[in-house]
């Protein structure tokens, strides 16, 4: 039953997404008003997670951010639908990458480079670094496989379509590859040693456990997933950080960052703390791009956790 439903809604929004960009644009300028206005989605949990992010805002400069960022967010939900039906070169003309022989050198002296990235920009259309089918070289990481890291949902019908529009990305740009839950990760690097490949990981989520590493980010003590750390120090992988920015409405820019050649040299704690710098630093220049309707600082850090970092 779970498959028949997923089918019917992966259906509903195929058929949606073969509307052009700009009827898209025009749903999602009324969605915006309507979740901000109407609905007011989230709006205590945006404006506090702004405001305390940025303290040297007037609240003015905070209600424009959240204004923005309605739109913004609704932008980000009708580019994803949009994605589903049109071609690879019509992504590549929203979504490009400006610097991929960052991760090609690295993968020509590594079999396996690690991308880590946060919920920035519109991440759901990453898939346009891979570039032009028919300008893919053989030696481009995206010749080879590319493996999604991700958490299965809780819902079995919405993890069924995500998987779905996923594995329909790879086929719309010809790249072999899959989606992989984070616990199979490092079984998967080691059953395929030999094998070329990079591993793409969002990692801002809001962490939950005891053993998270505290790093001072946007103004405040902040918990940081320490699941790409571990993998790239167990495995000895390169390290790369994907920035996004939104140039105008329906253009976006990556650019890559390497963190680091081989995570096994690196210090405790490094590639969290660098990933960190430079996720916040892509969105102090760009203050509406980030995912900020999420409590992301849901669990109180203690004091003694905080004098760690000299804060107070």
Not at 42 to 63: D, G
Not at 115 to 135: A, K, P, R, T
Not at 225 to 238: I, N, R, S, T, Y
């Amino acid at each position: 039953m779970a498959k028949f439903l997923a089918e019917i809604r992966y259906i509903l929004l195929y058929l949606v997404s073969l509307l052009p960009l700009r009827v898209h644009y025009f749903f999602s300028d009324i969605a915006s008003f309507v979740l901000e206005h109407i609905v007011r989605y989230r709006f205590n949990t945006i404006t506090v997670n702004i405001a305390r992010s940025f303290p040297e805002l007037k609240y003015k400069e905070i209600r424009r951010i959240v204004h923005r960022y309605y739109r913004f967010m609704s932008d980000v939900l009708f580019e994803t639908i949009w994605d589903l039906a049109h071609s690879n070169a019509a992504v590549c003309r929203v979504s490009s990458a400006e610097n991929a022989e960052v991760v090609d050198s690295l993968l020509a002296r590594n079999n396996k480079v690690l991308i880590v990235m946060g919920h920035l920009g519109n991440w759901e259309l990453v898939s346009g670094m891979c570039g032009l089918n028919s300008h893919r070289t053989p030696d481009s990481f995206s010749s080879y496989p590319m493996y999604m890291v991700y958490k299965k949902a809780k819902s079995k019908i919405s993890d069924i379509v995500f998987r779905k529009i996923r594995m329909h990305e790879y086929g719309k740009f010809h790249t072999k590859g899959e989606m992989i839950e984070s616990h199979q990760v490092i079984r998967k690097i080691l059953r395929d040693r030999e094998e070329k490949a990079t591993f793409i990981m969002i990692a801002d989520q809001n962490a939950l456990g005891d053993n998270n590493l505290v790093v001072n980010f946007l103004n405040q003590p902040t918990e940081m997933l320490q699941g790409p750390e571990f993998v790239a120090v167990k495995m000895g992988m390169a390290v790369v950080y994907l920035g996004m920015d939104r140039v105008s409405r329906g253009k976006y820019s990556i650019r890559f960052t390497k963190i680091t050649e081989d995570g096994s040299k690196e210090e405790s704690g490094f590639i969290t703390k660098k990933y960190a710098e430079l996720l916040e630093g892509d969105i102090r220049k760009n203050k509406v791009i980030w995912l900020w309707s999420h409590r992301r600082w849901k669990k109180t850090i203690s004091t003694c956790e905080a004098s760690k970092l000299n804060l107070k």
